[in-house]
T-cell receptor, first 111, second 117 residues
């Protein structure tokens, strides 16, 4: 059974600071996704990571994937209030079409 | 405008009633999915379909049913057998290259918030 664990589950940080969210998964997978969810809203796709060593950046967010360690990171640089949201990682279950989601990291950026 | 629509946005039902949630997409995607989200939780897969007239159970299919008669539509029925149906329901779709058996990025609809009392 594929398990996906995110930490921390809650993160409160000040504007201008840097921080990293971690996503660990328990079995081999060749695809990992990061999504953002604002309160009461749907999920917005942020990054698709398809291979070992993949790194993608968009604005103040950068995601990376280490398939050997079964670990992905979402790094936040110089946080701003607009980044406040819940961030989910999701991993494709090998040999299937199913996505397994982590529980999410609720990020609050304080002025 | 291409996208995924779900209706209604909010739905209230009495316990013991079946209810059907609508999901339509005009992205020409092959695969469609239904997820359930409970407060403070991630998404859990209810059912998915890779092709018309075929669908598979996800992790929490009990008390739910689906149909896939058209490529663009994947309605979900929450039956009275579902013991705790109050939740936020999200529909998603993706391109599925049938020959390669690989699913690409899933795009999500706006969701339906179901409250059963």
């Amino acid at each position: 059974e594929l398990k996906v664990e995110q930490n921390p589950l809650f993160l409160s940080m000040q504007e201008g600071k840097n921080y990293t969210i971690y996503c660990n998964y328990s079995t081999t997978s060749d695809r990992l996704y990061w999504y953002r969810q604002d309160p009461g809203k749907s999920l917005e796709s942020l990054f698709v990571l398809l291979s070992n060593g993949a790194v993608k950046q968009e604005g103040r967010l950068m995601a990376s994937l280490d398939t050997k360690a079964r670990l992905s990171t979402l790094h936040i640089t110089a946080a701003v209030h607009d980044l406040s949201a819940t961030y989910f990682c999701a991993v494709v279950l090998g040999g299937s079409e199913k996505l397994v989601f982590g529980k999410g990291t609720k990020l609050t950026v304080n002025p | 405008d291409g996208g995924i629509t779900q209706s209604p946005k909010y739905l209230f039902r009495k316990e013991g009633q079946n209810v059907t949630l609508s999901c339509e997409q005009n992205l020409n995607h092959d695969a469609m999915y239904w997820y359930r989200q409970d407060p403070g939780q991630g998404l859990r897969l209810i059912y998915y379909s890779q092709i018309v007239n075929d669908f598979q159970k996800g992790d929490i299919a009990e008390g739910y049913s689906v149909s896939r008669e058209k490529k663009e539509s994947f309605p979900l029925t929450v039956t009275s057998a579902q013991k705790n149906p109050t939740a936020f329901y999200l529909c998603a779709s993706s391109i599925d290259s049938w020959g390669l058996r690989r699913t690409y990025e899933q795009y999500f609809g706006p969701g339906t918030r179901l409250t059963v009392t």
